[in-house]
């Protein structure tokens, strides 16, 4: 997808004594293409992209897959106005161990990776590659909920193991809709994530719109994306959502026609109530041992890292609340 300007932490980095400029707030925007069937998604993920490394502490490979990851779930759960959400797992061979995303239409995301800490670096180069980090072999799955009631999931293989291709990958394979999408993300020189940002680009199902997602294609492959992205770093001239868009896009695809926008925000749907209902998942019998064991449990969200504490007698409350539930045995 587009080539990245500046290297992760660890390789070369931009001038020591860059300013650092604070981003617009996160925001998704859908659109179409005046007179062609083509639909047009752009995310805006900074602020979140920085709250997922920051929740996991993660080292720079893990920050880089969350951004693009993160992005990339946000951008496909965008088929519905308001009750889509999405949940996109790129799981691999490599240390990372895989990334999943939860994302909804209204603009939340969470998203955490197997392995944070993983001390691998991306590849230096003119993008930086998540290739080694997430692996060669392994599988890109996605599970929509429409609020209907009936999920729908598919899956493809990863090939190239960087996550927005591989995505794009799973769009034309699995859900056989012609797609264009890249997710992209920039270093601040203090190794946190600076800007993260992507684009979809979809033909109408059974439309003629192929023609302008190979240009849009085209366009992302040869880097229009991370330049904007770059350039505004560099000139201090970042752009909001549509004005990012306009800037990668402009009128090379025709005229186009905002539909509505979105705030973008790292929430996570965890709560002690949930936390405790996993507990009582284990079972009476498990729950008496840990009483004896331990007198005490803690759960942690794999999303957000919040760690709900609970007592001997929250136990013991759980425990009894799951015993009658199953009854007496028969």
């Not at 909804?104 to 691998?120: S, W």
């Not at 240009?215 to 229009?224: P, Q």
């Not at 996993?278 to 064991?293: F, Q």
């Amino acid at each position: 997808m587009g080539k990245l300007a500046n290297a992760p932490p660890g390789g070369s980095k931009r001038g020591a004594g860059m300013a650092v400029f604070e981003p617009p707030p996160d925001e998704v925007l859908r659109a179409v293409l005046d007179g062609r069937p083509v639909r047009i998604v752009l995310a805006t993920t900074s602020f979140a992209a920085r709250e997922a490394a920051r929740r996991h502490a993660a080292a720079p490979a893990a920050a880089l897959a969350l951004a693009r990851a993160a992005t990339a779930g946000l951008l496909l759960a965008t088929l519905t106005k308001d009750d889509e959400r999405v949940t996109l797992q790129v799981l691999g061979d490599g240390p990372l161990g895989g990334v999943t995303v939860d994302a909804t239409a209204a603009g939340r995301v969470r998203a955490y990776v197997k392995n944070p800490e993983a001390p691998l670096l991306p590849a230096a180069g003119a993008r930086a590659s998540l290739a080694r980090a997430i692996g060669h072999t392994g599988v890109v799955s996605v599970i929509r909920d429409l609020g209907l009631g009936q999920p729908f999931s598919g899956s493809t293989a990863i090939r190239s193991g960087e996550i927005d291709e591989d995505v794009e990958r799973y769009l034309e394979e699995s859900e056989q809709v012609v797609s264009a999408l890249a997710a992209d993300a920039l270093f601040a020189p203090d190794g946190t994530i600076a800007l993260a940002a992507g684009l979809l680009v979809q033909a109408l199902p059974g439309s003629d719109g192929a023609d302008a997602v190979a240009e849009a294609r085209a366009l992302v492959s040869d880097g229009a994306l991370a330049r904007v992205l770059g350039a505004g770093i560099d000139d201090g001239q970042l752009h909001d959502a549509e004005g990012l868009l306009a800037a990668v896009l402009g009128d090379r695809l025709g005229r186009i026609e905002l539909l509505d926008r979105r705030p973008v925000l790292f929430q996570c749907a965890c709560s002690r109530a949930r936390a405790g209902a996993s507990l009582a998942s284990l079972g009476e019998s498990e729950l008496a041992a840990m009483i004896l064991d331990e007198g005490k449990a803690e759960v942690t969200c794999n999303f957000c890292r919040e760690r709900y504490e609970f007592d001997e007698a929250e136990l013991e409350r759980i425990r009894r609340e799951t015993a009658k539930q199953v009854g007496p045995p028969s």
